[in-house]
């Protein structure tokens, strides 16, 4: 049996037409599931870089929801003054605290920022950390951190201990540096290499860097981190955005009122 030219051509459009009908549709459908899925997956990282989850322990959603909420206090702060935000002030911004999606927020409210080492074009008027929770204190804080590696911005948390100095872990949960070289950056044994760490100066300056080589353990260089090895434009990228975000600019004014104690 012959087809003409025209029948042929349509059927092809036709079939285009559907399947392209069905991916959309999928995409839609799916997009809030994607959505509780990123959710879930920085809640994930903020429980690994607060040491109360192992990495690469596959647990079930509702389990990583429960330990988020017994060992986890988000806070919503003014990133200027460092000053903690109740419902009230985040309403007066249009904050939905239940519904913050920091990207989004940034995109949006960004504030332009001098050119930095860090990448990190504008900063967001108000930003959510998170305080490890050991029964009414707080034993550690998460601050979100990003800056430019080689390819791509690289999103993550450091946790810093209670002195709001040492280091107690980075992690990142988004980047598109190259496997092997860059991507490096989420190797487990690099990642030990952070806690222990101090960030800032004798005159409280963010003082951490990674270098080119190796560093030796914490009490032998508490400021530097080991490179990696083809892939120094990366781990110069972690040194530079932990200084950004560290600083003056980024959480340096929340992080010096929790040492006075006025955010615990
Ligand atoms: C295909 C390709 C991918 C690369 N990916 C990265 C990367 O993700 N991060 C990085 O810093 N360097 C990457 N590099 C290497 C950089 O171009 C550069 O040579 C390197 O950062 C220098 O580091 P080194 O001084 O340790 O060799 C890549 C190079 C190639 C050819």
């Known amino acids: 049996m012959q087809y003409s030219s025209k029948y042929i051509i349509g059927f092809a459009a036709a079939l285009c037409l559907v399947c392209a009908i069905c991916v959309a549709g999928l995409a839609v459908a799916l997009k809030p599931q994607q959505e509780l899925n990123k959710v879930l997956d ?18 079930p959603a509702a389990e990583i929801q429960a330990l988020f909420e017994a060992n986890i206090r988000s806070q919503f702060i003014d990133l200027e003054t ?5 419902d009230a002030q985040l309403k007066e911004r249009g904050i939905d ?6 990207r ?36 550690a804080i998460i601050l979100p951190v990003h ?17 709001g100095n040492t280091v107690k872990g980075l992690t990142f949960y ?8 860059g991507g490096e950056i989420d190797n487990p044994l690099w990642k ?18 990674v ?3 190796q560093a030796g353990p914490p009490d032998v260089a508490p400021y530097e981190v080991d490179g990696l090895s083809g892939a120094t434009i990366t781990a110069r990228g972690v040194g530079y955005l932990l200084q950004f975000w560290m600083g003056e600019k980024g959480f340096k004014p929340f992080i010096e009122n929790f040492r006075k104690g006025g955010a615990s």
Do not use: C
């Open 97 to 102: 605290p239940g519904n913050f999606d920091p």
């Open 82 to 86: 460092g000053a903690r935000l109740d």
């Open 211 to 213: 270098i080119k080589g």
């Open 104 to 139: 989004k927020y940034l995109s949006e409210n960004g504030v332009d920022v001098e050119k930095n080492p860090a990448g990190v074009p504008e900063i967001p008027p108000v930003a959510e950390v998170y305080e490890v929770m050991r029964g009414e204190s707080v034993s």
């Open 192 to 209: 030990s290499l952070w806690p222990g760490r101090k960030i800032y100066g004798a005159d409280g300056e963010p003082e951490i860097m």
């Open 42 to 59: 920085r809640k994930e990282k903020v429980l690994q870089v607060a040491g109360l989850l192992d990495e690469g322990a596959k647990k």
């Open 147 to 163: 800056g430019k590696g080689l390819w791509s911005t690289m999103y993550g948390y450091v946790a810093l201990a209670d002195d």
């Open 174 to 181: 988004e980047h598109g540096e190259t496997p092997g070289l």
